[in-house]
């Protein structure tokens, strides 16, 4: 099949025609790319006590995370928002895991009266708050310690979350005190371990490093008399933003490092992937408004911006990006070295900076790969642009899952400064 061609079909539909039925921008997502890592994923894991707890926060699409309950997939969460996202997708609260530094008491007591599995505690202040706020509810939380294993995740600083000088998580040597000490936690069933050391990681070394300094300890609590049901091994697999030029690990390597890391483990063993699941299924699909010839560079300005996706603006992020659809005609165009830009006014507001593309033209459609995690779940309606519609493709269809957002939309719960009042 020539490229062209397959570049524009997306899980059984022509993305020229899905682009004429819709406005852009859109993020679309493939039901089927989805599925496959989901089951991929799971058939590596066979034989382990594990569940997949799918990282909400990458997709918090209500669809998407039907889809994950659809295939057995839990939730790691960060939020209330994120607990009743996932609960209202019908993810039982069994399979749901509560991460995060900054979790308020409120939050706690929600999650506690939903029956959340279980909360990963990043610092001691949040085990105390635990203890009261369970104790007040007279339940017992369930709740694991997240490990800060001092590991470096060979991966962009802003989603590093491993080494000891970031917000995340506790030392080694805290943690085991707060098992020694957690008779003083009545209502706080402290029997899990949990590590997450970063993102968009593509080297197996850091996980083996994070994963050996956790199993030490778990042997070690173990030893002690220590009860560990479960282990928590994170999430950050990579996904290939750069096609050629990232390599993907192959998720039965990293199964294999987790078997190895954790043999002998019989507890359950926990996942939080996100952007692994639903990264590559995803795309943005854009048109151009207008080229544009600045005194040193050339700018193609297309209707996405940086409100639509962040992750270039945030953390310099590629992503591949394709004309769609120009077919027999795409031979005659010439390369053209492009900035491709949105509409905001930021310098900032940049996809790709001297991107090779053939020449472009207004009107022409372009696909944002790879955009399926922290893309629309990034986005914000900053230069007051609605929020982008979303679609799922399944196998020659597809299906509205958040309309754009109208200009009445946009504004609710806004209202002019009239009734003023004293605190
Ligand atoms: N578990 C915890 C505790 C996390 O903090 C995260 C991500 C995950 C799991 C899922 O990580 P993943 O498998 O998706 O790598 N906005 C950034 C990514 C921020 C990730 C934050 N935490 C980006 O667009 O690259």
């Keep these: 099949m020539p490229e062209v061609e397959e570049k524009s079909r997306f899980d059984g539909i022509e993305l020229h025609a899905l682009a004429t039925a819709l406005p852009t921008p859109f993020h679309a997502y493939s039901a089927n790319a989805i599925r496959q890592r989901i089951s991929g994923l799971q058939q590596a894991l066979q034989g382990l006590d594990a569940t997949i707890c799918f990282a909400v926060k990458a997709n918090s699409s209500l669809a998407i995370l039907q889809l994950m309950a659809e295939s057995g997939v839990g939730a790691d969460i960060v939020s209330a928002g994120e607990l009743n996202r996932s609960l209202r997708a019908g993810i039982p609260a069994d399979r749901i895991v509560f991460s995060g530094v900054g979790k308020t008491e409120a939050e706690m007591a929600e999650a506690l009266d939903a029956g959340v599995g279980r909360f990963n505690v990043e610092s001691f202040d949040e085990f105390e708050t635990l203890q009261r706020v369970a104790n007040a509810h007279k339940v017992i939380a369930r709740a694991a310690v997240r ?210 593309l053939p020449e472009c033209r207004a009107g022409d459609l372009l696909a944002i790969r790879c955009t399926g995690a922290y893309g629309a779940s990034m986005s914000s309606t900053y230069n007051s642009r609605p929020l982008a519609a979303e679609v799922l493709v399944d196998e020659g269809r597809y299906s509205v899952i958040r309309r754009r957002q109208s200009f009445e939309e946009m504004i609710m719960g806004e209202q002019a400064a009239t009734s003023w009042r004293n605190v």
């Design 147 to 356: 490990i800060n294993p001092d590991v470096d995740a060979r991966t962009h600083q802003k989603i590093s979350t491993g080494k000891s000088d970031n917000k995340f998580g506790v030392s080694i040597d805290e943690a085991r005190r707060w098992f020694s000490g957690s008779k003083a936690f009545p209502n706080v069933r402290l029997d899990g371990l949990h590590v997450h050391i970063g993102s968009q990681i593509l080297d197996l070394e850091p996980f083996r490093q994070a994963l050996a300094r956790v199993a030490r300890f778990w042997h070690e609590l173990a030893e002690a008399g220590h009860e560990i049901a479960s282990i928590d091994v994170g999430g950050g697999l990579g996904v290939v933003y750069r096609a050629g030029h990232d390599r993907a690990i192959d998720p039965v390597e990293y199964v294999r490092t987790i078997r190895e890391a954790l043999t002998g483990f019989e507890g359950r063993i926990l996942l939080e992937p996100g952007r692994y699941l639903v990264a590559e299924a995803g795309l943005l699909l854009t048109r151009v408004i207008r080229t544009k010839r600045g005194e040193s560079r050339n700018f193609l300005i297309v209707d996405a911006a940086m409100n639509d996706l962040m992750r270039p603006s945030l953390y310099d992020a590629w992503h591949d990006i394709q004309l769609i659809g120009a077919t027999a005609a795409e031979g005659e165009r010439p390369a053209t070295t492009y900035d491709v830009v949105g509409p905001v006014c930021e310098t900032g507001d940049t996809f790709a900076v001297g991107r090779e």
